[in-house]
């Protein structure tokens, strides 16, 4: 089995900075697509940020310019550096992969349980 565990939310002011980690862990051959999403309450889940095993970012409008999505292939872990955190991005977010477990295995995609981002003063 895979685990992804995500780590580093909390509360925050307006205008403040987090970086968020997830590790993957288990029966990994390697990892394609790594991704974060978000869910606000009483919204549905969107993408924040996606990274393809070469390390190609691709950010959604929303968080252009104050988030970076970077990974360690070495730890399998992806990590999103917010800066310049609004109201707007409180949520809790969620860590994503595309997972293969073996050399002949399907891509097998996986879900962390997230962690809680509050941005208020």
């Known amino acids: 089995q895979v685990q992804l565990v995500e780590s580093g939310g909390g509360l925050v002011q307006p205008g403040g900075s987090l970086n968020l980690s997830c590790a993957a862990s288990?029966?990994?051959?390697?990892?394609?697509?790594m991704a974060w999403y978000r869910q606000a309450p009483g919204k549905q889940r969107e993408l924040v940020a996606t990274?393809?095993?070469?390390?190609?970012?691709n950010y959604a409008d929303s968080v252009k310019g104050r988030f970076t999505i970077s990974r360690d292939n070495a730890k399998n872990t992806v990590y999103l550096k917010m800066n310049s955190l609004k109201s707007e991005d409180t949520a809790v977010y969620y860590c994503?992969?595309?997972?293969?477990?073996?050399?002949?295995?399907?891509?097998?995609?996986?879900w962390g349980r997230g962690t809680q981002v509050t941005v208020s003063s």
């Open positions: 994503n992969a595309d997972v293969r477990r073996s050399m002949k295995s399907i891509l097998t995609n996986y």
């Open positions: 288990g029966s990994i051959f390697s990892i394609n697509d």
């Open positions: 990274i393809d095993s070469g390390g190609r970012p």
